[in-house]
């Protein structure tokens, strides 16, 4: 098959006079008008994807729709690796382990080697952190629009240290707000008080004395709604597949809080066909919540045997993750395969120069084979106050949306679950301010520049996310989405939280 | 068959740039895997493979979006309008004021393609396309996430799309001009353009005033095999097999391709002789197998004294206007671009002559 065409001699078809027709080739090589598409392609790589395409396209006839169903699909953006994984699957080399077609809701373990990307991987430039703010749209009620525009005047006012009408407009704002129904209003009063504490200095209390409180709060909140499900989900799969055929495995989760992540875990484990691994969790716990961390193990302990895994825990307390020293881990290195975990930490250690550092330093050096990360989809840890508060208005808006529904003590508990965030996020500055939420694209830069290479989440674990959404999420408006081997999951167009996954590994 | 497939696939290559053939190519390829031969649709891999992109309240490009869900019908449309002059307005729409006072600014309302069964609104390649529109022709798009088959059969589509449009004509931050209406066009490409008929012809019933309807590369059929089919299945990304497949999944259980939702003029068809039809514009690809189907539609609608502009892109295959990398997509703006604003002729009656591009 001939490969006639050149970038440029293609260009050459069109005769006319217009401006923006070239093919304008980036820095990084990626074609431009196919990265705006969602497509990562290298210029120089067209021509061979293209021959690819076209090797596919002479098998296609009805006999290759088979495919979708026993394929599992990593990365689409990265079409030259898509590809590449297209064909290799017509020529199968080893046998795929279907995933178990009748436990459909369960976790399954599948092979670990799909989940590395073969091929080409596209590097992860240098991203920087823009913000593609989603704007909040109200009803046309007017109340709607005067709220939002006087939490904005001021929040504003907060910026320019113009306490005086700051005060002024806090107060308007109540006033507006107690107008107003469901989400808006509830969302408004926390922005409100965030504004207000702000204003006359009565700086919320830490977690510290609520610790028991704040446990309670969070259980709460993975009741009532999807988002602490899903994190926890897809993270599992992502840690099944770099488990499949380890013998001994060892998860570190640097936020063991109730463990409510690892039952699920231990039972696809001991599903897990060949038999269940040895299985040894080290839960990470803060001294300053007085959380019984061995209590939440020994709980664990007891499902495991019920399941028959051979399980062992260990408990570690510490003032702040970036205390976490290697030795404190006692890696077994040669025997046992290693996952971190981290659902909603890692974004509490920006509050501190050089935590997030630490962290990622002590992770390197045991070289896990899979990094786990969940965080909030936002920038919420811009230097401006008055865009730090817009965009997390905006998130929060979304938030509560999602909540809304008949009354119920989970909800009512999320709702303040999520409301201390806010305050936190509004009201404190310093170290105190430790919801301090950045973007996937910020987290994947921070990774790529420490030296992680990216692991992909598949469609396997994006249609069993999507399927546990139908089942516990009830209403319509989840969505799960794939960027670049990430998942994310929203309310309507709007993502909300993002799982990435990640190794170190000891050969590179 | 080999050989024939390749004097094809060398051929396609010629007609189109590289990377245009690598995107629709791998549209080609990605469909054919979601496609199953018992009619059903692998929803969740096709909402994978999807590219998404989110709205940006900040301008790029002199472009902003945002989405909005009609909580009563719990229909999502993405709104994409030209940046404020003023850039301490950045980041906020005010739902109290008009678009403009004084000057008239058309709102498209978009329905995307994908045979009815595709993509969404926040799909990167329609996003991109309506922002295209915006900056290009300098209108306000309105974008439809209008429910697909084949979990939606017709006339889901239709009555979304009936449903925007009465939202959009309601909404006084889209009125524009000095008698402060909403002035709108229906538009959409493959199936949209058959959406944005269809919501017309019930437009110009219920009495609902739409400008002009702008059809590109419609998708309309029938159970003829039509010289066009017959001559370019397979040809150019696109096979009488697939076609017929989107069109199951979307009519009735039981129907044919003769039902008045698939072919409007024909046996089954609703004459429009009488009716308030508003002006079209409807553009068709000359690589593209359904369009003897499209210039049928040109002629039924010429047949009832209706306005229609037809733009004939001899050289142009389906998905053309995603990339603005050849001259078609130039052509075609500038044609909107004249369709759009050209209210205050509206007394003048033409059709104008064919255009034929090289």
Not at chain 1, 188 to 211: H, Q
Not at chain 1, 426 to 445: F, M
């Amino acid at each position: 098959m001939k490969r006639e065409h050149s970038h440029r001699e293609t260009s050459a078809v069109k005769t006319g006079s217009s401006s923006m027709t070239a093919n304008k080739e980036e820095a990084g090589g990626f074609d431009e008008l196919l990265v705006v598409l969602g497509y990562k392609v290298r210029s120089s790589d067209m021509a061979d994807v293209a021959n690819k395409l076209e090797q596919l396209e002479m098998v296609l006839d009805d006999g290759i729709s088979h495919l979708s169903d026993d394929t599992v699909h990593y990365n689409p953006s990265d079409l030259s690796g898509w590809v590449d994984t297209l064909l290799s699957d017509l020529n199968p080399t080893c046998d795929q382990v279907k995933p178990d077609q009748d436990s459909e809701y369960e976790l399954s373990a599948i092979p670990g080697s799909a989940a590395y990307p073969r091929g080409k991987r596209t590097r992860t430039g240098s991203d920087s952190p823009t913000t593609t703010r989603s704007m909040v749209v109200l009803d046309s009620q007017e109340t709607g629009v005067r709220l939002v525009h006087a939490l904005l005047a001021c929040a504003e006012a907060v910026q320019q240290n113009n306490l005086k009408l700051a005060d002024v407009l806090v107060k308007h704002v109540g006033l507006l707000a107690s107008s107003q129904a469901g989400a808006m209003r509830k969302v408004a009063t926390y922005f409100a008080e965030g504004l207000a504490r702000r204003i006359y200095r009565i700086y919320p209390r830490d977690d510290v004395g609520l610790s028991s409180f704040s446990d309670t709060l969070q259980i709460h909140f993975y009741e009532s709604c999807p988002y602490l499900k899903f994190a926890h989900f897809t993270a599992n799969q992502a840690i099944l597949e770099a488990f499949a055929t380890a013998e001994k495995v060892h998860v570190i989760d640097l936020g063991l809080n109730q463990g409510l992540q690892w039952p699920a875990l231990i039972q696809a484990l001991a599903l897990r066909p060949g038999g269940p691994p040895d299985f040894r969790l080290t839960g990470i716990g803060s001294s300053l919540t007085g959380q019984s961390v061995q209590e939440v193990g020994w709980k664990l302990g007891q499902l495991a045997n019920v399941v028959g895994v051979n399980f062992e825990f260990k408990s570690i307390v510490l003032n702040s993750l970036s205390d976490l020293k290697p030795e404190m881990l006692e890696i077994r290195t040669g025997s046992e395969s290693v996952a971190v975990n981290s659902v909603f930490e890692l974004h509490r250690l920006l509050a501190h120069p050089g935590s997030i550092d630490n962290i990622l330093l002590t992770i390197k050096s045991i070289k896990p084979d899979i990094i786990t990360v969940v965080e909030q989809e936002a920038n919420h840890n811009g230097a401006v106050f008055l865009d730090r508060f817009t965009e997390s208005l905006h998130y929060y808006s979304s938030l509560f949306d999602s909540l809304e529904g008949p009354p119920s003590q989970d909800r009512v508990m999320s709702e303040l679950y999520l409301g201390r965030q806010i305050l936190n996020l509004v009201a404190c500055e310093g170290e105190d301010r430790v919801e301090r939420h950045e973007t996937l694209v910020q987290w994947r830069n921070r990774f790529s520049m420490g030296g992680f290479k990216p692991v992909n989440i598949g469609s396997y674990a994006y249609k069993q996310a999507s399927m546990l959404l139908a089942l516990y999420a009830g209403a319509d408006g989840y969505k799960v989405e794939e960027n670049e081997g990430c998942l994310l999951l929203g309310w309507q167009t709007r993502p909300l939280i993002a799982t990435s996954a990640w190794r170190f590994n000891r050969v590179e | 068959m080999a050989a024939g497939n390749e004097v094809n696939l060398n051929e396609c290559k010629r007609i189109v740039p590289l990377n245009t053939w690598v995107l629709i190519s791998n549209f080609k390829l990605a469909y054919t895997l979601l496609r199953r031969p018992d009619g059903s649709f692998n929803r969740h891999l096709a909402e994978f493979l999807d590219r998404k992109v989110p709205p940006n309240s900040f301008p790029v490009d002199g472009v902003f979006s945002f989405d909005h869900v009609d909580t009563s019908t719990n229909l999502l449309t993405r709104i994409y309008l030209p940046a404020p002059l003023d850039p301490s307005r950045y980041g906020a729409v005010d739902l109290t004021k008009p678009l403009s006072t004084t000057e008239i600014v058309p709102v498209l309302v978009f329905f995307h393609g994908g045979s009815f069964t595709h993509s969404s609104a926040n799909s990167a390649i329609y996003d991109t396309f309506c922002r295209r529109l915006v900056s290009i022709c300098g209108v306000v798009v309105v974008s439809v996430d209008y429910r697909r088959s084949p979990e939606h059969r017709y006339p889901c589509a239709y009555d979304d799309g009936w449903s925007a449009l009465k939202w959009v004509k309601s909404r006084i931050w889209l009125q524009s001009g000095k008698d402060s209406k909403v002035y709108v066009y229906l538009a959409g490409d493959s199936s949209g353009g058959n959406i944005a008929h269809n919501v017309a012809v019930r437009a110009s019933k219920e009495g609902v005033k739409v400008l002009g309807n702008i059809l590109l590369h419609p998708m309309f059929g029938g159970m003829e095999r039509t010289l066009s089919e017959k001559r370019l299945d397979g040809k150019y990304f696109v096979t009488i097999q697939d076609r017929d497949w989107y069109w199951r999944a979307f009519l009735p259980l039981g129907e044919d391709r003769d039902h008045p939702a698939c072919n409007p003029f024909g046996p089954r068809g609703q004459s429009l002789e009488g009716v308030n039809f508003p002006k079209s514009l409807v553009v068709v690809a000359g690589l593209d197998l359904v369009q003897d189907w499209q210039l049928a539609y040109v002629q039924g609608l010429q047949k009832t004294g209706h306005d229609v502009n037809l733009l004939y892109l001899k050289q142009a295959t389906i998905g053309f206007y995603f990339l603005p990398n050849n001259d078609h997509f130039h052509c075609l703006m500038d044609e909107l671009r004249r369709f759009v604003h050209s209210v205050e002729d509206d007394s003048l009656s033409k059709s104008s002559p064919i255009l034929l591009t090289p």
